[in-house]
């Protein structure tokens, strides 16, 4: 009868142990799983992607992990390998907030690991979409990028600056690292800032720049750096030409607006301008990107001065001029002529070159031709669609054949000869013209 019974749960028992699946795997007993967080709130806006970044650790072995929001419809499981046992493991997962969410709301972030002894824990997170994504906005800075300081006796730099954020700025960094300039504030937590300082520096004749650095006080730091040069010099070591109002944004350009000077002797530059209407205003101003701090016109007794409220001089015709300024002297003179150069039939000539639809270095493509201005021969141009990078250009006949202009550097097109300088593109359409008598090409937004 003992025999009976042994053999009743000898059959029992291996039914049971005969169901196991082989490749089935058991793991002694381990301690609990481990979800580590640098901080509980993650941050985002609607239609923007967060990351969910999680160190998580268990003594023998992880098995998975599961994510989930319902709200977004996250219900996310990462199985991990329990062939060969991971016990770290870095989490980065990068999930969209969608487009109809708003600013205002919160969702919480479940996360539930299980290590392979079936051990679990849950951690809470909270999503929180009024984040902050961008940097400071840093503005009206003095001295202006590019900008010339005339060399005198107890020589003084003023950097002034004004700082906004919609969270508010934690701090303000200025150094000049040539002046031993290093200026540290903390502002705590203001949305708005203005930097206002005045420093003693030498006379030297030399370039200096100056880095401003900014960032706010949101949870993960927005931050952004400013580079400015100025020269320190016993006169202007450029001059440009503007014919558009001083309220006009002169870094809305790519290229050619203000017009670069043709000569330079001493301190006395040497422009030839195309006036395209009668009584034209133009400026002459000493840095390429404001109207401030050399600003030369007409004073109201009507001779040359060089400051921000001055009149413009006036051109009479439309026309070619020969104009020469003397900004120490603050002279000038302006001579109507007749170009003699060649005028160049358009019908074949194309743009080479990048930053453009339809571009690219083929000097046999017909999609990018010039045409000339009615009223100008000397100018051929046309309408651009930039895609938002570099932009470098040949202008050129077909198989490279003359007449060809390279663009260079200040906006200069050098006839068969030059570099390809590169300018930093933009996205739109935008305006070219290649006036041939004066070798100066502008790219300016329709």
Same mark, same amino acid.
């Given at each position: 009868?003992?025999?009976?019974?042994?053999?009743?749960?000898?059959?029992?028992?291996?039914?049971?142990?005969?169901?196991?699946?082989?490749?089935?795997?058991?793991?002694? $007993?381990?301690?609990?799983?481990?979800?580590?967080?640098?901080?509980?709130?993650?941050?985002?806006?609607?239609?923007?992607?967060?990351?969910?970044?999680?160190?998580?650790?268990?003594?023998?072995?992880?098995?998975?992990?599961?994510?989930?929001?319902?709200?977004?419809?996250?219900?996310?499981?990462?199985?991990?390998?329990?062939?060969?046992?991971?016990?770290?493991?870095?989490?980065?997962?990068?999930?969209?907030?969608?487009?109809?969410?708003?600013?205002?709301?919160?969702?919480?972030?479940?996360?539930?690991?299980?290590?392979?002894?079936?051990?679990?824990?849950?951690?809470?997170?909270?999503?929180?979409?009024?984040?902050?994504?961008?940097?400071?906005?840093?503005?009206?800075?003095?001295?202006?990028?590019?900008?010339?300081?005339?060399?005198?006796?107890?020589?003084?730099?003023?950097?002034?600056?004004?700082?906004?954020?919609?969270?508010?700025?934690?701090?303000?960094?200025?150094?000049?690292?040539?002046?031993?300039?290093?200026?540290?504030?903390?502002?705590?937590?203001?949305?708005? $800032?203005?930097?206002?300082?005045? $420093?003693?520096?030498?006379?030297?004749?030399?370039?200096?720049?100056?880095?401003?650095?900014?960032?706010?006080?949101?949870?993960?730091?927005?931050?952004?750096?400013?580079?400015?040069?100025?020269?320190?010099?016993?006169?202007?070591?450029?001059?440009?030409?503007?014919?558009?109002?001083?309220?006009?944004?002169?870094?809305?350009?790519?290229?050619?607006?203000?017009?670069?000077?043709?000569?330079?002797?001493?301190?006395?530059?040497?422009?030839? $301008?195309?006036?395209?209407?009668?009584?034209?205003?133009?400026?002459?101003?000493?840095?390429?990107?404001?109207?401030?701090?050399?600003?030369?016109?007409?004073?109201?007794?009507?001779?040359?001065?060089?400051?921000?409220?001055?009149?413009?001089?006036?051109?009479?015709?439309?026309?070619?001029?020969?104009?020469?300024?003397?900004?120490?002297?603050?002279?000038?003179?302006?001579?109507?002529?007749?170009?003699?150069?060649?005028?160049?039939?358009?019908?074949?000539?194309?743009?080479?070159?990048?930053?453009?639809?339809?571009?690219?270095?083929?000097?046999?493509?017909?999609?990018?031709?010039?045409?000339?201005?009615?009223?100008?021969?000397?100018?051929?141009?046309?309408?651009?669609?930039?895609?938002?990078?570099?932009?470098?250009?040949?202008?050129?006949?077909?198989?490279?054949?003359?007449?060809?202009?390279?663009?260079?550097?200040?906006?200069?097109?050098?006839?068969?000869?030059?570099?390809?300088?590169?300018?930093?593109?933009?996205?739109?359409?935008?305006?070219?013209?290649?006036?041939?008598?004066?070798?100066?090409?502008?790219?300016?937004?329709?």
């Amino acid at each position: 009868m003992k025999t009976h019974y042994y053999l009743f749960f000898l059959i029992l028992f291996s039914l049971f142990t005969g169901c196991k699946d082989d490749n089935e795997k058991s793991y002694s $007993y381990s301690d609990a799983p481990e979800i580590v967080v640098e901080r509980d709130d993650l941050y985002s806006i609607p239609n923007r992607r967060f990351i969910i970044k999680a160190k998580l650790k268990d003594d023998l072995g992880l098995k998975s992990l599961q994510i989930n929001i319902p709200e977004l419809y996250l219900d996310k499981t990462i199985k991990f390998r329990t062939d060969s046992l991971l016990k770290e493991y870095d989490l980065e997962y990068e999930f969209l907030a969608p487009d109809n969410t708003e600013k205002t709301d919160k969702y919480k972030v479940d996360l539930t690991l299980i290590d392979v002894s079936e051990n679990s824990v849950s951690k809470v997170l909270t999503l929180n979409l009024d984040g902050d994504f961008e940097a400071p906005v840093i503005s009206n800075v003095k001295p202006i990028d590019g900008s010339v300081v005339f060399a005198v006796e107890d020589m003084k730099l003023n950097i002034s600056f004004g700082v906004t954020d919609v969270t508010g700025i934690d701090s303000v960094i200025v150094s000049v690292e040539d002046l031993n300039i290093l200026d540290k504030v903390k502002v705590g937590g203001s949305k708005t $800032y203005t930097f206002d300082k005045e $420093y003693s520096i030498p006379t030297d004749l030399k370039t200096y720049n100056i880095t401003i650095t900014t960032r706010d006080n949101f949870v993960d730091p927005n931050r952004i750096s400013r580079n400015i040069s100025f020269s320190v010099a016993d006169g202007l070591t450029a001059m440009y030409l503007a014919d558009v109002a001083k309220d006009t944004d002169l870094k809305s350009d790519i290229f050619g607006v203000p017009m670069y000077y043709h000569k330079k002797d001493g301190n006395i530059f040497t422009f030839k $301008y195309y006036a395209d209407k009668d009584n034209k205003e133009i400026f002459f101003l000493g840095q390429e990107t404001s109207f401030e701090p050399h600003c030369f016109g007409l004073s109201d007794e009507g001779t040359l001065e060089n400051s921000i409220s001055v009149k413009p001089i006036i051109l009479p015709k439309k026309g070619y001029y020969e104009i020469i300024v003397n900004p120490e002297a603050l002279l000038y003179t302006v001579t109507p002529y007749t170009p003699s150069s060649p005028i160049y039939n358009p019908a074949r000539i194309t743009i080479c070159g990048n930053g453009m639809k339809d571009g690219g270095w083929d000097p046999s493509n017909t999609d990018l031709l010039l045409t000339a201005n009615p009223d100008n021969p000397y100018q051929i141009g046309r309408s651009l669609t930039l895609t938002g990078s570099d932009v470098a250009m040949t202008i050129t006949s077909p198989g490279w054949a003359s007449p060809w202009w390279r663009l260079d550097a200040n906006g200069i097109v050098i006839f068969t000869g030059g570099a390809n300088f590169s300018y930093k593109g933009a996205i739109g359409t935008y305006k070219f013209v290649l006036d041939s008598e004066l070798e100066r090409a502008i790219l300016v937004k329709e």
